[in-house]
């Protein structure tokens, strides 16, 4: 019998927020396509820094280490007074890792090596983007997106079950749709640029004319290439030169020096700064992730972070609905992601701010690991708890010790799709229920897990025969307290786990 469906999801743009959600949908064996307008992959630098949330998020995908090989981390940043003096600082506040956040300070890795990184793990599945693919005109009935495709060989059509607009600020599926995208201009206009450069050493991020817009201009090593990244805001009006010998020249103004030389330009841009959300991430059979439903100053890194989680929260539940769940379920990703965006647009634009002032500092707040979905209808507590980690938090990491004697990662328990479910001390009945798709853990002093070290009781505090259920993308779904397996039953089948026979 034919299918009505030629894929199940059909991905619009093969930027992080894409790939990431192709990653997620390939280890799940949901079958779709990724498509992209652009002819080659993009190959600048403009979403650098990977906060230790996204971090997580790519040891879960199987790409953190290979994430760290190309990149580097934050030098210190260098700012340069007018005596020609300078002073130098932290770019990030380093407040060391802990059993439960192993990972503590941002990454630099420039953009376009994150994207190849993601781009050669999806290979191991024999899967790849399509370049030059644009999306032309789609339309649902039926619960059937039919989407026509542009390619250098001509005009196709594709059927999908879902369609994921990740396809940029200027999103072609957001404008479609006819949904909203309001907000402001910031009214600032800036370029960035990747270069190759002589005159400045590699050791520090240079900075310039520190709280003076007309001044400013800052030129960052780009840690995994030989290049520079060159940032500065710019008038609101008017041609600017991003050729090498314009650049030289706009840094020699900026800086008072001679002896900087741009010799090569990889990639550069100009653009005014925007801070805007979308009305709606999804209409019917189709969703907005990334910058396609959210735009932002890039202040604090937030951007392609923000963009990796919204499609890390996205696909589990589109694969678990495909997979048999209820629809319902889909809903959540907007009750989720779309409070955290309009959080994270007030943060970069407070930045903006304080770099205007040149006191920008980035602490603990740009991290992303105090996320969470308290409000969401995942979240439950049995009894309701009165402090400590709640339901929707960000599930810590903890070390323990296997049945067996080895050292154990509870996030080494979490990796893979599947969600998990850890009793602690005395079992709970509902436990030892084979449920597919739910990993089952006991930890205690007879089970295949303990607790020698006590991080994983201080991190979570679970009662003695209670019980916590962490979600597939590493957030708490519930707690429960003991006895209370009938309630873990109910919400096992809430969430589509039901009991296998």
């Known amino acids: 019998m034919k299918t009505e469906y030629d894929v199940d999801i059909l991905i619009c743009g093969a930027g992080a927020s894409g790939l990431t959600m192709a990653l997620e949908l ?66 990030v506040e380093d407040v060391g890792s802990s059993p439960s956040e192993p990972y503590h300070i941002p990454l630099m890795v420039p953009q376009f090596l994150t994207e190849r990184v993601m781009r050669d793990r999806l290979a191991e599945f024999g899967l790849y983007p399509e370049f030059g693919c ?9 619960g059937v997106v039919t989407a026509r495709i542009a390619r ?15 396809d940029g600020g200027r999103s072609f599926v957001r404008h479609a749709l006819g949904i909203g995208f309001p907000g402001k201009t910031l009214g600032v206009r800036a370029i960035v640029a990747d270069v190759t450069l002589t005159g400045l050493g590699r050791e520090v991020w240079h900075r310039f004319g520190e709280g003076d817009m007309q001044r400013q201009i800052a030129i960052c090593p780009l840690a995994g290439t030989d290049m520079f990244q060159v940032q500065g805001p710019i008038p609101l009006e008017g041609e600017i030169d991003l050729s090498a010998e314009g650049l030289t020249a706009l840094v020699a103004e900026r800086t008072g020096r001679s002896d900087i030389a741009v010799l090569s330009v990889s990639w550069a841009s100009a653009f005014n700064m925007n801070a805007r959300l979308a009305d709606h991430y999804r209409v019917g059979c189709t969703f907005l992730v990334g910058d396609a439903a ?20 996205l696909a589990w539940k589109l694969a678990a609905v495909i997979d048999g769940g209820d629809d319902s379920l889909l809903d959540s990703y907007e ?52 402090g400590g980690l709640l339901a929707g938090d960000r599930a810590p990491d903890a070390p323990l010790m296997a049945a067996a004697g080895q050292p154990r990662r509870l996030f080494d328990l979490l990796t893979g ?41 201080r ?43």
């Open 294 to 313: 959210h735009t932002h100053p890039p202040t604090g890194g937030q951007g392609l972070n923000t963009s990796v989680q919204d499609a890390y929260n």
């Open 134 to 142: 644009e999306l032309l005109a789609f339309d649902e009935a039926k």
């Open 417 to 457: 799709p599947h969600w998990t479910l850890i009793t602690y001390a005395a079992r709970q009945e509902a436990s030892s229920k084979s449920r597919r798709g739910l990993t089952v853990h006991h930890v205690g002093p007879d089970g295949d897990l303990m607790d020698n070290g006590g991080h994983f009781n």
């Open 335 to 386: 009750a989720e992601r779309r409070p955290v965006a309009e959080a994270m647009l007030g943060l970069s634009t407070g930045l903006l701010d304080a770099m205007k002032r040149g006191d920008i500092r980035r602490g603990r707040s740009v991290h992303q690991l105090d996320i969470g979905y308290p409000e969401s209808v995942l979240s439950t507590e049995i009894p309701p708890r009165l």
């Open 26 to 91: 390939a280890r799940r064996g949901i079958t779709f396509r990724i498509i992209e307008k652009l002819d080659d992959p993009f190959r600048g630098s403009r979403g650098k820094g990977i906060q230790p949330r996204t971090q997580e998020i790519f040891e879960d995908l199987g790409i953190l280490d290979k994430i760290v090989a190309v990149g580097g981390v934050y030098p210190k940043q260098r700012a340069y007074r007018d005596d020609e003096s300078f002073v130098d600082s932290d770019v």
């Open 152 to 166: 250098r060989s001509g005009e196709t059509t594709i059927r999908a079950r879902y369609l994921v607009g990740a």
């Open 459 to 501: 991190a979570y505090g679970i009662v003695d025969g209670g019980t916590v259920i962490i979600r597939p993308d590493g957030y708490v779904g519930a707690i429960f307290g003991k006895d209370a397996s009938s309630e873990i039953d109910s919400y096992l089948a809430r969430v589509g786990l039901g009991q296998e026979a």
